[in-house]
């Protein structure tokens, strides 16, 4: 017998043992419904988070987190480098894509009760995920180190200081220390680039692995033994690829035609400007905040409202554990109140951004 | 001389023996009386003197030693010790100058201080009058105060630099007082609308200008017709400057009108603008000027130059602008734009040649740079229309691999179908 | 012959690879050409705003001064008569013209309206109601830089 000369891929293969994830990838299919479309969002959400990574790394290069450089290095990178101004651009325009596409996603598989069983955890690790992205915009936010962010820096660290018991302590941990000052902004930083990405890294391969694992879900009104299915690999992938194709080319129209503004940079000492918001993302909050009578039942409104939300957002992760479905009853709570919180984000951001 | 024989006439407050004021039995005693009696003890504390070590009897004469406790009020109000009650009104200058000119006095309390005020009032129109026995005129402490004397650089005194012209303007914007010597009373609501005078009343900024700056403090006096220049010279010394060199000068002289009055104004100057300058009958310029006059053609050259040069920095200005707010490194041009204003407003002092050609020189200056900004302005804005255009070409590149994709994906499907 | 259906589909077939061959590496290029670009170091290497190289050492002598360019406002670096250096915002605080130094003074002037300020930026004399903004000074090998506090 001859020796045959090893191809690339077996030489691999001995090595990684990596035709065992090309079956898994061959194997995997994804149902054809009324409501495939929703199945998107998900791959649309990873590949915004990936835009992110990228942009961010390169952003990495220039940018001096420290009050007296960040904002002249973001400066820098919007004048002098070369292609900055896209870089940057794309990095917020994204962000803003990547939360709206998660949100999308999250309230699709609400509404098409993608959690129940086995899925539990699938779920719970997205609604994590769904801080998270919060969590990498708030802190992001502040890195240029503008009027507008520092503003919406004390103001949202101001009502993470109003929490009972632990707020305090909270309101110092996210401000290294009593007020926002340069401090602030090193620790965001640390978040932004490090700590939210490690715990982005671990949840994100939980909830990837459980996908393959468990394979999509379908609504409960399709059979999932007698569904059609395509395979992933390469149907649903390739229209997955014009999909992403379409953002980025939305992604630099956006940067191209609406620049993202730089502003004027931080002085604690001078007033807050007028219209100061947070962004979208917290707009519905705030604005529910703003309209909160001071005293309900003789408690302070403000905490009350505080409160309310942060038992909404356990409420979501907790959404498998709480929701029963009842096939003989002709509606059930889950989409009702899911529409109704639906409906109440639109219009409370609505109702800001036409004020304001 | 005579100074002397005054002092000898009512002795020298420094004769007097310098008492405490907490001490003073003026002052301890006057204190439980009531209203107008009381109210030069309560004042007490805060006047200068008292806080130096002096008291009442230094100007009123008396025994302040002698009183509530070891005697009576007659024991204190005595004339034998020297007590004079309320002093004659037209004695209060000598009075206050038997100390405030004596310089081996006065040097006691501050070395630096001026001894020359009594003599200088004598000087001044207040002063003359005063001496020929008119008493409504100022004299010391219509403008310092009698009680509670406050040092002039104390903002509480009414001859603080921001209280000077509340305090002139209790007498001279007061018709009736001023009724018999026939002069304007007008003055202090001009100046109050001028641009010093908001510099200095609003602003608070003491190099403005007040009543006192132009025409003097103890020697008080308008500043005649040929001189008042001199006055406005003092800080816009560059225009005056200009003005003498300037054909106006032999002019305004041989017309007896005053420089800088003539077209600015005494009481309310106000802040001057391109508007002053030109053909239009509106402006300074017209009054003089007949449409065929050499000035005529000069004011329309020196206008038409300011506004041409004011119209190019806006325009650059405004490129710059736009090509900043798109994201664009401007720094360089804005900066040098600055330079530019700069010209500007050289350009508007140079107007006191009134010379259009010497004017032509910095106008051109300014000129240069707001053609230079215009370029980079341009330049700019012309990389940002390059960058649409590498949008354009990308997002074709991105739709033709969209639509290769959907073709893609149809032959697969129709292969396996 | 007739060329058969799977002749056609075949020709279609590789036709349509080598475009989207080819279109992929476009797009590939349209992406990578930016991010190369951009990791590459621009010819201004620091950010402008916060400190410059205002001159090298040999550059004023004691008892001058000298215009720079900071950001996008003019300073002024002035070298006292004993050798020590000081930098200050060149705008002068009445009306915003740029000042100069007067060796024959030895202070900073504004000629718009001869205002004056000493060589600690304090305003002295003329319609300037404050004193000139100062900032750091540095030395380092033979240049001079100077930075905002």
């Known amino acids: 017998m001859s020796a045959r000369i090893p191809s690339w891929a077996d030489w691999l293969e001995e090595r990684l043992g990596w035709r065992a994830a090309q079956r898994l990838i061959e194997h995997k299919e994804v149902p054809q419904h009324q409501h495939s479309i929703w199945y998107y969002f998900g791959g649309m959400t990873l590949f915004l988070f990936a835009v992110q990574v990228c942009t961010g790394i390169l952003l990495l290069l220039y940018y001096r987190p420290s009050a007296e450089t960040a904002f002249e290095s973001v400066q820098f990178i919007m004048t002098e480098v070369q292609f900055g101004w896209l870089v940057r651009s794309i990095h917020s325009w994204s962000a803003n894509l990547m939360i709206a596409a998660a949100f999308v996603h999250m309230f699709s598989a609400l509404f098409l009760r993608a959690f129940r069983r086995p899925r539990e955890l699938t779920w719970v690790s997205g609604a994590l995920l769904l801080f998270l992205s919060l969590a990498f915009g708030f802190s992001g936010y502040l890195l240029p180190w503008n009027k507008l962010a520092f503003f919406a820096t004390k103001v949202g660290t101001d009502i993470a200081g109003v929490v009972p018991f632990i707020g305090p302590f909270l309101l110092r941990f996210l401000r290294g220390g009593d007020e926002v000052t340069g401090a602030t902004l090193t620790r965001f930083f640390g978040f932004h680039v490090a700590i939210l990405p490690a715990t982005a890294t671990i949840l994100l391969a939980t909830h990837l692995y459980l996908v393959q694992k468990h394979g999509m879900s379908v609504p409960p009104s399709v059979d999932p033994n007698k569904v059609p299915k395509v395979k992933f690999v390469p149907d649903f992938l390739l229209h997955d690829l014009i999909g992403w194709l379409a953002a980025v080319a939305i992604l630099a129209a956006l940067a191209a035609l609406f620049p993202w503004e730089l502003g004027e940079k931080a002085d604690p000492f001078s007033p807050a400007p007028a219209g100061i918001r947070p962004e979208w993302y917290f707009v519905f909050m705030f604005q529910t905040l703003k309209y909160i009578p001071a005293k309900i039942l003789g408690m302070d409104g403000e905490l009350l409202g505080i409160l309310f939300f942060g038992l909404l957002g356990l409420l979501l992760v907790l959404t498998p554990f709480v929701s029963k479905e009842r096939a003989d009853k002709r509606w059930n709570l889950l989409p009702a109140v899911g529409v109704i919180v639906l409906v109440y984000i639109l219009a409370l951001s609505a109702l800001a951004y036409l004020k304001g | 001389?005579?100074?002397?024989?005054?002092?000898?006439?009512?002795?020298?407050?420094?004769?007097?023996?310098?008492?405490?004021?907490?001490?003073?039995?003026?002052?301890?005693?006057?204190?439980?009386?009531?209203?107008?009696?009381?109210?030069?003890?309560?004042?007490?504390?805060?006047?200068?003197?008292?806080?130096?070590?002096?008291?009442?009897?230094?100007?009123?004469?008396?025994?302040?030693?002698?009183?509530?406790?070891?005697?009576?009020?007659?024991?204190?109000?005595?004339?034998?010790?020297?007590?004079?009650?309320?002093?004659?009104?037209?004695?209060?200058?000598?009075?206050?100058?038997?100390?405030?000119?004596?310089?081996?006095?006065?040097?006691?309390?501050?070395?630096?201080?001026?001894?020359?005020?009594?003599?200088?009032?004598?000087?001044?129109?207040?002063?003359?009058?005063?001496?020929?026995?008119?008493?409504?005129?100022?004299?010391?402490?219509?403008?310092?105060?009698?009680?509670?004397?406050?040092?002039?650089?104390?903002?509480?005194?009414?001859?603080?630099?921001?209280?000077?012209?509340?305090?002139?303007?209790?007498?001279?914007?007061?018709?009736?007082?001023?009724?018999?010597?026939?002069?304007?009373?007008?003055q202090m609501d001009l100046y109050v609308t001028s641009v010093h005078g908001a510099a200095l009343i609003k602003n608070r900024d003491l190099a403005a200008p007040t009543c006192n700056s132009c025409h003097g403090n103890h020697g008080a006096a308008p500043p005649g017709v040929d001189s008042v220049a001199n006055v406005c010279g003092q800080c816009h010394a560059m225009q005056w400057d200009m003005f003498k060199k300037s054909p106006h000068q032999k002019a305004f002289a041989e017309g007896n009108l005053p420089a800088c009055v003539t077209c600015h104004e005494h009481h309310d100057i106000k802040k001057t603008s391109d508007d002053m300058l030109g053909t239009e009958q509106s402006t300074s310029c017209a009054t003089c000027h007949d449409k065929d006059s050499r000035g005529y053609a000069a004011a329309a050259a020196m206008k038409a130059g300011i506004v041409g040069l004011k119209k190019d920095l806006e325009t650059a200005g405004e490129l710059l602008h736009k090509a900043e707010t798109a994201g664009m490194e401007v720094s360089r041009p804005i900066y040098d734009l600055t330079e530019g204003k700069d010209r500007l407003v050289l350009a508007r002092v140079n107007v006191h040649y009134f010379d259009p050609v010497a004017l032509r020189k910095v106008l051109d200056e300014g000129e240069k740079i707001a053609r230079t900004s215009q370029q980079s302005g341009s330049k700019a804005l012309g990389e940002l229309a390059f960058r649409r255009k590498g949008l354009a070409v990308s997002v074709v590149i991105l739709l033709v691999m969209i639509a290769l994709l959907l073709l893609k994906i149809r032959q697969i499907s129709r292969k396996a179908g | 012959m007739i060329p058969s259906q799977s002749d056609a589909s075949t020709t279609r077939r590789s036709v349509l690879n080598y475009l989207l061959g080819t279109s992929t590496v476009a797009t590939l290029a349209a992406i990578l050409y930016p991010v190369i670009r951009f990791m590459v170091p621009p010819r201004v290497v620091e950010s402008p705003a916060s400190s410059v190289v205002a001159a090298r050492v040999n550059e004023i002598k004691p008892n001058d001064g000298k215009i720079f360019k900071f950001g996008s406002k003019p300073g002024i670096l002035v070298q006292t008569a004993t050798g020590e250096y000081r930098a200050f915002s060149a705008i002068c605080t009445h009306l915003d013209c740029t000042v100069q130094f007067r060796s024959d003074e030895k202070l900073i002037w504004c000629a718009c309206h001869n205002g004056r300020y000493d060589l600690t930026g304090k305003n002295i004399s003329g319609p300037p109601p404050r004193p000139l903004e100062e900032y750091r000074v540095n030395v380092r090998g033979d240049e001079i830089i100077v930075s905002r506090g």
């Open chain 2, 1 to 186: 001389m005579w100074h002397l024989m005054l002092f000898l006439l009512f002795g020298t407050a420094q004769d007097q023996p310098v008492a405490k004021a907490t001490a003073s039995s003026c002052v301890q005693c006057h204190l439980e009386l009531e209203g107008e009696l009381q109210e030069p003890a309560k004042l007490s504390t805060q006047d200068i003197h008292f806080q130096r070590g002096l008291s009442c009897n230094n100007c009123h004469g008396g025994d302040p030693t002698v009183g509530i406790d070891k005697g009576s009020a007659e024991d204190s109000m005595s004339r034998a010790k020297g007590y004079i009650g309320r002093p004659d009104r037209k004695k209060i200058a000598a009075l206050c100058a038997s100390c405030h000119s004596n310089l081996d006095f006065m040097r006691r309390y501050n070395p630096q201080a001026r001894v020359d005020q009594y003599a200088e009032y004598l000087t001044s129109v207040h002063g003359r009058k005063y001496q020929a026995g008119d008493t409504n005129v100022a004299t010391c402490t219509d403008c310092h105060g009698a009680h509670g004397v406050r040092p002039v650089k104390n903002p509480n005194s009414p001859v603080y630099a921001t209280n000077v012209a509340a305090t002139c303007g209790r007498c001279h914007a007061d018709a009736k007082k001023m009724a018999s010597y026939g002069i304007p009373t007008n």
